[in-house]
């Protein structure tokens, strides 16, 4: 059985990693279930590096304090929403940008700052990087994505973060309107996780 710890404490993204990597060959843990419990500074530059930090973080501590433990697969993904009348915001700084707001108040300031913006001009997607650290190999990296629009309403109680005011044209709805299942098979952190369990396979970790 292969151990895969999730380098993150978002419950809502531990939850859609268990639900795309479930297996009776594979068990999934925290970082807090190993006892690591500090910091990580996401000062990366884009998605790739700030996943491939978090990864790295857990990983070292891993070989620091749990020596002996070196069948272990350590995740960690970066993702976020980029908006291209934003000029790419909020993009890396997806979560920090929200400040002292809450997702609702900064999407509804997001709304209300695009609001006599075209449709044709209101493209934005979700970005997923994943990095996954092995014992004694390189770092493996994956990144996908998922292309919709700023919606003009927040719509849905499904799904978390900027879910309610991303807009899906090619599914007619947003995502926190989907079901788990269906936000699973088309999200950016869906298509990530499948991809990167697919590329541990061909590398003959999993």
């Not at 479930?22 to 884009?46: A, C, P, R, V």
């Not at 790739?48 to 993904?77: G, Q």
């Not at 919606?151 to 109680?157: T, V």
Request: proline share 3%; aromatic share 8%.
């Amino acid at each position: 059985m292969k151990t895969v710890i999730f380098a993150s404490t978002n419950k809502d993204k531990l939850k859609e990693i268990g639900e795309i990597l479930s297996s009776k060959d594979i068990e999934l843990k925290t970082m807090s279930e190993i006892g690591f419990s500090d910091e990580i500074d996401e000062n990366g530059e884009d998605f790739t590096d700030n996943a491939l930090i978090k990864a790295k973080a857990v990983e070292s501590y891993i070989l620091e304090k749990m020596p002996e433990f070196k069948d272990y697969i350590v995740l960690a993904d970066d993702s976020g929403l980029v908006i291209d009348y934003m000029g790419g915001m909020p993009g890396v700084q997806s979560h920090r940008w929200l400040g002292d707001r809450t997702y609702p108040q900064a999407m509804t300031d997001v709304m209300n700052e695009m609001k006599d913006v075209p449709d044709e001009k209101r493209g934005a997607r979700f970005v997923c990087a994943m990095a996954a650290c092995v014992y004694g190999r390189e770092p493996l990296i994956v990144k996908e994505k998922v292309e919709g629009m700023i919606n003009r309403e927040m719509r849905g109680s499904e799904g978390f973060g900027y879910d309610p005011f991303f807009y899906v044209p090619e599914y007619g709805c947003t995502t926190a309107e989907m079901t788990r299942q269906q936000k699973n098979e088309i999200s950016h952190r869906g298509k990530a996780m499948r991809a990167m369990r697919d590329l541990l396979v061909k590398e003959n970790v999993l």
